[in-house]
C-alpha cells in the first residue's frame, strides 16, 4: 500500500509540475507574441509607408514566405523521431544536441513557429495587401478599391494555404533533415564564434 501511495504522489507531484510549466508557457507566449507581433507591424509599416508598390510586393512575399517556412518547421517539429537526434549526439554531430533539445519541447516549438509566428504572418501580410492595393487604387473608385482589395486578399489567402499544404508535405517527408537544420541554426546563434570547432556534420 505505501508503494501504490508513493507512486500516485510522485504522479500527482509530476501532473502539477508539467500543469505549472504549461501555465508559464502560455503567460510566456501570450507577453512575447503581444510585443513581437506589434515589432513585426511597425518594422512593416516603416517600411511600406517609403516604398512604392513593387518593394511592398515584394515585402508582401517575404512576409508570406516567412510564415509557410515556419509552419513548416512547426510540422516537421511536431512529426519528428528523437532516436536519430540521440544517435547523432552521441557522435557528437554539430546541431544535434539542440535538435535534441527541439523535438523534447515540440509542443512549444510547433506551437511558436505555427501559431505565433504564422498567425502574425497571416495578419500582417493582410494589411499588407490592403495598403498595396490602396497604393494603386488612387485611380480607383471607392467601390473599385474595395472589390480589390477582397480579390487580392482572397488571393493572398489562396496562395498561403497551398504554399502551406505543400511545405507539410515536404516536412513529412523530410522532418529528421529540416529539425536538424533548424538545430544547427539554434547551434549557430547560441555561439557563433565556436559554431564549426570541433564535432561533425551530417548532410
Known sequence: MKYK?????????????????????????????????IGINLVSELFLNNSDV????????SIVAVGIFFDMVG???ASA???????MAA???????????????AS??????????????????????ISIVYQIGTRFTLTETTIL???FNGFLAAVTVGGK?????????????????FGCIVAFLKNPFSYGKGGKGVV
Open 81 to 87: 523521431n528523437l532516436t536519430p537526434f540521440n544517435s
Open 5 to 37: 501511495d508513493s507512486v500516485k504522489k510522485t504522479k500527482k507531484s509530476n501532473k502539477e509540475l508539467k500543469q505549472k510549466r504549461q501555465k508559464k508557457w502560455l503567460i510566456f507566449i501570450t507577453i512575447w507574441t503581444f510585443f513581437l507581433s
Open 75 to 77: 510540422i516537421a517539429v
Open 149 to 151: 482589395v477582397i480579390i
Open 91 to 105: 557522435n557528437r554531430v554539430k546541431g544535434s544536441r539542440e535538435a535534441v533539445q527541439i523535438v523534447k519541447n
Open 108 to 129: 512549444q516549438v510547433s506551437n511558436f513557429c505555427n501559431d505565433v509566428i504564422g498567425d502574425i504572418c497571416g495578419i500582417v501580410s493582410g494589411a499588407t495587401a
Open 54 to 61: 513593387v518593394v511592398s510586393f515584394l515585402i508582401l512575399v
Open 165 to 181: 499544404a505543400m511545405g507539410k508535405n515536404i516536412a513529412m517527408e523530410n522532418n529528421t533533415r529540416i529539425v536538424y537544420r
